[in-house]
């Protein structure tokens, strides 16, 4: 990644380097070999009167005119230089070493060089002055690139980890991206990511590939090494390294945790062949890094267990719909079984008892016969209940017939119109049937306590293994904002709720008489009035 841009600067430092100042560049290594020892001690002084640190002060020291003469009076050549230049460069960026303070530090070494040209070469300062302001101008060149490039892969690095947040599908890949990436930039020959299990026993191993059939156990020695970053030997009396393996293989490894508000999660290790220490730079990417994956890992967990939260949820209210359905069927036959049987025989009795009333006496035979009236309402009531607790006609007919029923059984306590309309049905589970049935009533008991509407549609039909349902009426509409928002008012959140469950599309527009009802979804006429679209799709029977 950072060769060709290195290639690059050296070829243009050198179509900058002339022939003449070749010539000055190796009269200037000339005059300043001999001094270059004692100028290099002198000018470390200075960087350590600055607090420069060791680390810092050798690869300043490696980017000087001394260096240019080492390198062209030991037998090497200025692109060797240059390249030197663009390591040194690398390492002081990762260092954290500012390119205004290089600047400075070589101004530092050029005043302690100029007495030295002076004295040596009076006659051509001109000549030296102007290579050297030629060889500094080179050397910024490839200084500058050096940083760029170590910024630019800092960048890339930040990117691909935000890539892998948002697009990997699941934790496991997830975690194989953030490893893959962080590798890369780190330039380690193996690296391997380990969680703590839920007991904290134990590291889970994820290597490239992803999730391993390896574990370590956690004792209390492996977590006080590695709950802070460090960078140490792979084996030895005391490794680093989770890995067996790598005592070994690696000379060096890389350790930063994963941790989320002091609690640690798990830990990122890189393995070295030779002996590597890490730059400040590359620590503080390494922390943000393992940062940015310890909250993702955290949100990943989270939101994997609301999914798991929400399936039991999901499944909850299934079986609660279930239950619901078992106990209206309970209830049904109850009401018909020991209720219903009861009325009638009353009813029969009271009839009887009616018959054999003597006829003289009219009153008693009159109050006997409004509370014969009385009771057969009070059946016919009671079968209405049965028939919209437990259709039979829907078990016996299917959906289509028990519809027909309930359009029926509405216009006799509604004085609204209904427009009915059963079009091609597929062949439907039996709860799939229930279900329809339910949002179907459900929509006709709202329309009834609240629409005041006189027309009613109603059609039913399937098609491509998707089964459409629309009920739609003219009466005042509503805002749906403030329906759904409404506490202890379940109508519309129920009867989504239990489209979602069998995976299907629910959708209400309305329109209500005194102004807009929906921001975003109203009817497409303009005219007070609501209506309700419903997409199923079709299972197969007994998969629902």
């Given at each position: 990644?950072?060769?060709?841009?290195?290639?690059?600067?050296?070829?243009?430092?050198?179509?900058?380097?002339?022939?003449?100042?070749?010539?000055?560049?190796?009269?200037?290594?000339?005059?300043?070999?001999?001094?270059?020892?004692?100028?290099?001690?002198?000018?470390?002084?200075?960087?350590?009167?600055?607090?420069?640190?060791?680390?810092?002060?050798?690869?300043?020291?490696?980017?000087?005119?001394?260096?240019?003469?080492?390198?062209?009076?030991?037998?090497?050549?200025?692109?060797?230089?240059?390249?030197?230049?663009?390591?040194?460069?690398?390492?002081?960026?990762?260092?954290?070493?500012?390119?205004?303070?290089?600047?400075?530090?070589?101004?530092?070494?050029?005043?302690?060089?100029?007495?030295?040209?002076?004295?040596?070469?009076?006659?051509?300062?001109?000549?030296?002055?102007?290579?050297?302001?030629?060889?500094?101008?080179?050397?910024?060149?490839?200084?500058?690139?050096?940083?760029?490039?170590?910024?630019?892969?800092?960048?890339?690095?930040?990117?691909?980890?935000?890539?892998?947040?948002?697009?990997?599908?699941?934790?496991?890949?997830?975690?194989?991206?953030?490893?893959?990436?962080?590798?890369?930039?780190?330039?380690?020959?193996?690296?391997?990511?380990?969680?703590?299990?839920?007991?904290?026993?134990?590291?889970?191993?994820?290597?490239?590939?992803?999730?391993?059939?390896?574990?370590?156990?956690?004792?209390?020695?492996?977590?006080?090494?590695?709950?802070?970053?460090?960078?140490?030997?792979?084996?030895?009396?005391?490794?680093?390294?989770?890995?067996?393996?790598?005592?070994?293989?690696?000379?060096?490894?890389?350790?930063?945790?994963?941790?989320?508000?002091?609690?640690?999660?798990?830990?990122?290790?890189?393995?070295?062949?030779?002996?590597?220490?890490?730059?400040?730079?590359?620590?503080?990417?390494?922390?943000?890094?393992?940062?940015?994956?310890?909250?993702?890992?955290?949100?990943?967990?989270?939101?994997?267990?609301?999914?798991?939260?929400?399936?039991?949820?999901?499944?909850?209210?299934?079986?609660?719909?279930?239950?619901?359905?078992?106990?209206?069927?309970?209830?049904?036959?109850?009401?018909?079984?020991?209720?219903?049987?009861?009325?009638?025989?009353?009813?029969?009795?009271?009839?009887?008892?009616?018959?054999?009333?003597?006829?003289?006496?009219?009153?008693?035979?009159?109050?006997?016969?409004?509370?014969?009236?009385?009771?057969?309402?009070?059946?016919?009531?009671?079968?209405?209940?049965?028939?919209?607790?437990?259709?039979?006609?829907?078990?016996?007919?299917?959906?289509?017939?028990?519809?027909?029923?309930?359009?029926?059984?509405?216009?006799?306590?509604?004085?609204?119109?209904?427009?009915?309309?059963?079009?091609?049905?597929?062949?439907?589970?039996?709860?799939?049937?229930?279900?329809?049935?339910?949002?179907?009533?459900?929509?006709?008991?709202?329309?009834?306590?609240?629409?005041?509407?006189?027309?009613?549609?109603?059609?039913?039909?399937?098609?491509?293994?998707?089964?459409?349902?629309?009920?739609?009426?003219?009466?005042?509409?509503?805002?749906?904002?403030?329906?759904?928002?409404?506490?202890?008012?379940?109508?519309?959140?129920?009867?989504?709720?239990?489209?979602?469950?069998?995976?299907?599309?629910?959708?209400?527009?309305s329109n209500p008489a005194n102004g807009n009802g929906s921001k975003t979804k109203t009817m497409p006429s303009g005219k007070p009035g609501t209506r309700i679209m419903i997409q199923l799709p079709i299972p197969r029977a007994g998969t629902w």
């Amino acid at each position: 990644m950072q060769g060709r841009p290195t290639q690059t600067v050296l070829a243009a430092a050198a179509d900058v380097l002339s022939d003449q100042l070749r010539n000055q560049l190796i009269r200037l290594a000339e005059l300043t070999a001999p001094h270059a020892p004692r100028l290099e001690r002198r000018f470390v002084a200075v960087l350590r009167k600055q607090k420069i640190n060791a680390a810092q002060q050798s690869a300043l020291v490696s980017i000087t005119i001394g260096a240019v003469a080492k390198a062209l009076t030991g037998g090497g050549s200025l692109s060797g230089f240059f390249e030197q230049v663009a390591y040194s460069g690398r390492r002081l960026a990762k260092l954290n070493f500012p390119p205004n303070a290089i600047a400075a530090a070589l101004q530092e070494y050029d005043k302690l060089l100029a007495p030295v040209l002076e004295k040596s070469a009076p006659q051509d300062l001109a000549n030296l002055g102007w290579a050297r302001e030629q060889l500094q101008f080179c050397t910024s060149l490839t200084l500058n690139n050096c940083y760029y490039q170590v910024r630019e892969a800092e960048t890339k690095t930040f990117y691909e980890l935000f890539r892998c947040e948002t697009d990997s599908k699941n934790l496991a890949e997830m975690l194989s991206c953030f490893l893959v990436c962080v590798k890369e930039f780190t330039g380690s020959q193996d690296g391997k990511l380990y969680l703590l299990n839920a007991k904290g026993n134990a590291w889970i191993a994820h290597a490239e590939a992803g999730a391993l059939a390896e574990s370590v156990a956690n004792t209390g020695r492996r977590w006080k090494t590695i709950e802070k970053p460090v960078c140490g030997k792979a084996g030895g009396k005391q490794p680093l390294a989770l890995d067996a393996s790598w005592h070994e293989k690696f000379q060096t490894c890389w350790s930063v945790p994963l941790t989320v508000e002091g609690r640690l999660l798990g830990v990122m290790q890189f393995g070295f062949e030779k002996d590597y220490e890490w730059l400040p730079r590359e620590q503080e990417l390494l922390s943000s890094a393992a940062e940015r994956c310890s909250v993702a890992l955290e949100k990943a967990r989270l939101i994997e267990d609301l999914a798991a939260r929400q399936e039991q949820i999901r499944q909850l209210a299934e079986h609660m719909l279930h239950v619901e359905e078992v106990e209206r069927r309970r209830i049904s036959r109850e009401l018909h079984d020991e209720a219903g049987q009861s009325m009638l025989w009353i009813r029969l009795q009271m009839e009887m008892i009616e018959n054999d009333l003597p006829v003289g006496n009219p009153e008693l035979k009159e109050r006997l016969q409004h509370v014969r009236e009385n009771t057969e309402r009070t059946i016919l009531e009671i079968r209405r209940l049965i028939a919209a607790l437990s259709p039979a006609v829907l078990e016996q007919l299917g959906l289509g017939a028990a519809l027909r029923q309930l359009v029926n059984r509405f216009k006799q306590y509604n004085p609204a119109k209904v427009k009915l309309q059963v079009n091609h049905l597929a062949e439907l589970p039996k709860e799939t049937e229930v279900m329809v049935y339910r949002l179907v009533q459900e929509c006709f008991n709202n329309i009834a306590k609240h629409s005041c509407a006189n027309t009613v549609n109603l059609s039913v039909g399937s098609d491509d293994g998707i089964l459409n349902l629309n009920v739609e009426d003219n009466g005042v509409g509503f805002h749906i904002e403030e329906a759904l928002a409404k506490r202890e008012s379940y109508g519309l959140a129920g009867m989504r709720e239990r489209v979602a469950l069998l995976g299907g599309h629910f959708d209400v527009r309305s329109n209500p008489a005194n102004g807009n009802g929906s921001k975003t979804k109203t009817m497409p006429s303009g005219k007070p009035g609501t209506r309700i679209m419903i997409q199923l799709p079709i299972p197969r029977a007994g998969t629902w």
